[in-house]
């Protein structure tokens, strides 16, 4: 295993499996994400406007790096309908080689998206 400092997981719930699957499609599309897992249902429970709600929702949960935060957050608040979407991250503390490498090899823009690679922080601790 190695240890790692710039791989997330990254929640964002949404209201139907349709939304789910947009947000993660348009993630993956512009590299901001390696993988996006859709759980098609969830049951929340929360506190919205002074009252206590329920809601069948749709979790997704994205495997990055903290180079693509700021974008995947811009993207999922432009592209999600409700007025204050989830996005919760989570650090890792590391896992296998191959599949770190492979996070950061996917997320990696494309040449001539911005004319530069995503430059991160590859300190392991």
């Excluded at 903290?66 to 432009?78: D, G, Q, S, W, Y």
């Excluded at 650090?91 to 998206?113: C, H, Q, V």
């Amino acid at each position: 295993m190695r240890h790692t400092r710039h791989h997330v997981v990254v929640l964002v719930t949404a209201p139907d499996i349709k939304v789910a699957k947009a947000l993660a499609g348009a993630a993956l599309e512009a590299r901001l994400a390696a993988c996006a897992n859709v759980v098609p249902k969830v049951e929340s429970f929360f506190w919205w406007e002074d009252k206590l709600q329920k809601a069948d929702e749709a979790q997704v949960i994205f495997k990055t790096t903290t180079a693509r935060l700021a974008e995947l957050e811009k993207l999922i608040n432009e592209k999600h309908p409700y007025d204050t979407p989830e996005f919760l991250v989570m650090p890792t503390l590391g896992g296998s080689e191959e599949y770190l490498d492979w996070i950061d090899a996917s997320t990696r823009p494309a040449t001539g998206d911005d004319g530069e690679e995503a430059k991160e922080d590859n300190a392991e601790g």
